[in-house]
């Protein structure tokens, strides 16, 4: 079956600019997060959907962030206007249980990313 | 809160070398552990994983074990190939309501040199 697609896979802008990334999660998976992994650091949670509501943004930056998942399948997270602190490699990743990889539902599945660097 | 905590890196090893990267977690009640692996040019996968105390994951000849006395789940490889190279992620995961959060450890590089 077909992985996680994200694009695009690099992003150059300037700071005060916009960006938006584009995630097609796994046929099937109700879950899709995004996570924000900054060089040398693992990856952080940003904002956890099931279907198309939100389950967890307490750590989504709402201020210059935001997420949507239109009819629970594709996703987008924009960020505006971009700061220095923001270059990082944006993970979209999907399951299809909402507590996957707890034990109690299945795998979590990562795309390979998007890097965003903001000069 | 939760954290994870993993040895840093980058670790060289010679091919046929035996592998441990330790890592340590904080955390309240009984969350799963994980290890995650980063190839080159890839995205993050599932190495293996321990649901509860005294389980071990195992996986490509990988294993760690979940040791809930030392709050720790090292993994270890008797035997590394060039192919092993990657980075190395410790996680810990929980759910909390309808959201399921997974807590990262920073990574290791591993390289092995044939």
């Known amino acids: 079956e077909a992985g996680v697609a994200q694009s695009p896979r690099y992003k150059i802008i300037e700071k005060r600019q916009s960006v938006a990334f584009w995630c097609n999660p796994i046929?099937?998976?109700?879950?899709l997060y995004w996570y924000q992994q900054i060089l040398g650091q693992g990856p952080k949670l940003l904002i956890q959907f099931q279907n198309n509501g939100v389950v967890d943004d307490s750590q989504l930056p709402k201020d210059r962030f935001s997420a949507e998942r239109l009819k629970g399948v594709d996703s987008t997270l924009k960020i505006q206007p971009a700061k220095l602190e923001d270059s990082a490699v944006y993970l979209c990743a999907s399951s299809r249980y909402p507590n996957a990889g707890t034990g109690g539902g299945s795998e979590l599945f990562f795309g390979e990313g998007s890097r965003l660097t903001v000069l | 809160g939760d954290s994870v905590t993993q040895m840093e890196g980058p670790v060289t090893l010679s091919e046929e070398a035996f592998l441990t990267i330790n890592c340590t977690y904080t955390a309240t009640g009984y969350p799963s552990l994980f290890w995650y692996v980063q190839y080159p040019g890839e995205g993050l996968q599932l190495l293996l994983k321990a649901t509860k105390a005294d389980d071990k994951g195992s996986n490509k000849g990988f294993e760690a074990t979940y040791r809930k006395e030392t709050t720790s789940f090292h993994l270890e490889k008797g035997s590394v190939q060039v192919s092993d190279s990657a980075v190395y992620f410790c996680a810990l995961g929980r759910v909390s309501g309808s959201a399921r959060q997974l807590t990262f450890g920073s990574g290791t590089q591993l390289t092995v040199l044939p």
């Open positions: 046929s099937g998976h109700a879950t």
